[in-house]
């Protein structure tokens, strides 16, 4: 306590230096703190979608088409049907459930109120596919999704819409002037990679899109869907199943050797992980960026002790010659080197801690502060006085009383 005593004091003679010589430190504890904030929270973010998006999922759609020369971009070749998901589920071992889907939107009307949002035609197996459950209400049954049913699930933002806190089950809203059924309301899924809301949307059975909300026409007589949702077996390559289910249906559409596919295999799981890593990957860059600013932090501390020892040698010769040992000196100078790289730390954490705030309230990042950042930050910060503390210490722990007592 005593040479804590000390060092405040003499950090306290030169307050001005001392601050100045901290800013290194405050700036680079703060910096470390809010870039592994921002660098966690992308992360995070990524994870989110991962779970969102359910596990070992793939998606399969329609490819592009050419006319003169011009490639007019993917699902302008509808050629996917509900045959070729049946395909891919049954003459696939390792594909747990191959869910076919189609999309439009449309207006929603309950009572005085009306919400735009998706259509998406689905059965039974797209819930499993997307690891996404019933928060309340029941599932289509075979009747319904074979004879054009009046039914629908719901997403949980559509239910806040329309129904506030009232139970949408058993309630009658309309589907572009089609009346329909709530049977159930989806749990919540938050947003895609792409920032969208996945629970403003309402579900109805495939036949129900095809024949009661777009009429029925030749599309719907050949089942043809926009896509197919696969989810892969726990522990099989995925790499492997999408080869199996490129070969399968260039096999359906009797794709001749070497031309291009009707369609695309896209591994969603695999993109998504590719996100994570380069989020990782940009959180160590920005920690080591921040980290550059502690070490000049810890350059300007060892020159201002330095200069310490300088201005205190007779001080120093002094203690020596009532007593004091070298191994006392070199503590006393240590703790002060400690002390202002730990203070400096505690300003850097609470400026920090602001600055992640203002990040995620301003930008409109996801951030994520956690307690792990700040202890790295303010040990990394300890590290530094030690380690840059330790050669002006030595230097003043080697001095000779005598010539101490005799410097000018």
């Known amino acids: 306590m005593a040479a804590l005593r000390s060092a405040l004091r003499a950090l306290g003679a030169n307050a001005l230096r001392s601050v100045l010589t901290m800013l290194g430190i405050i700036i680079g504890v703060a910096a470390v703190i809010t870039m592994i904030a921002v660098g966690r929270g992308a ?20 490819g592009g088409v050419s006319q003169a020369g011009v490639r ?13 998901a ?16 189609s999309r439009t939107s449309g207006q929603l009307v309950y009572g005085n109120t009306n919400w735009g949002t998706s259509i ?11 690891d996404w459950p019933l928060a309340s209400g029941r599932m289509f049954d075979a009747a319904e999704l074979a004879g054009s049913a009046k039914v629908a699930w719901i997403g949980s933002t559509v239910a806040r819409e329309l129904f506030g806190d009232q139970d949408p089950v058993e309630q009658m809203i309309r589907v572009r002037n089609i009346p329909m059924t709530v049977i159930g309301v989806l749990s919540t899924k938050g947003q895609n990679s792409m920032g969208q809301d996945q629970d403003d949307a309402i579900m109805v059975p495939l036949s129900t899109l095809r024949n009661r909300i777009w009429g029925g026409d030749a599309t719907s007589r050949l089942k043809r869907v926009g896509a197919i949702s696969v989810k892969v077996r726990e522990g099989e390559d995925m790499k492997a199943v999408e080869a199996s289910i490129t070969d399968l249906l260039r096999q359906r559409f009797k794709v001749p050797p070497g031309s291009e596919d009707p369609f695309a295999v896209k591994n969603l799981t695999e993109i998504l992980q590719a996100q994570e890593e ?8 920005l920690a080591a960026v921040a980290g550059i600013s502690l070490l000049i932090g810890g350059i300007g501390i060892m020159n201002i002790m330095l200069v310490s020892v300088t201005e205190r040698t007779r001080e120093i010769g002094l203690r020596m010659a009532v007593g004091a040992r070298g191994r006392d000196i070199l503590v006393q100078f240590l703790i002060e080197a400690v002390t202002l790289s730990l203070i400096g730390g505690a300003i850097g954490v609470a400026l920090g ?44 722990s080697k001095l000779l009383p005598i010539q101490a007592l005799r410097y000018e």
């Open 43 to 62: 992360t995070d973010r990524v994870q989110e979608q991962m779970k969102g998006l359910g596990s070992n999922i793939m998606l399969v759609i329609p």
């Open 72 to 84: 007019l971009g993917a699902q302008t070749r509808q050629r996917l049907t509900e045959e070729d």
């Open 86 to 101: 049946t395909a891919i589920a049954v003459e696939i071992p390792e594909v747990q459930v191959a869910a076919p889907t």
């Open 120 to 130: 998406i035609g689905v059965n039974n197996d797209y819930l499993e596919a997307r």
């Open 278 to 285: 380069s989020s990782r990957v940009m959180t160590l860059l």
């Open 353 to 396: 801690t602001v600055a992640t705030w203002g990040v995620g309230a301003f930008a409109g990042w996801q951030v994520s502060l956690s307690a792990g950042s700040v202890l790295l930050a303010v040990g990394f910060s300890a590290g530094v006085g030690v380690f840059f503390g330790f050669y002006p210490a030595r230097r003043a």
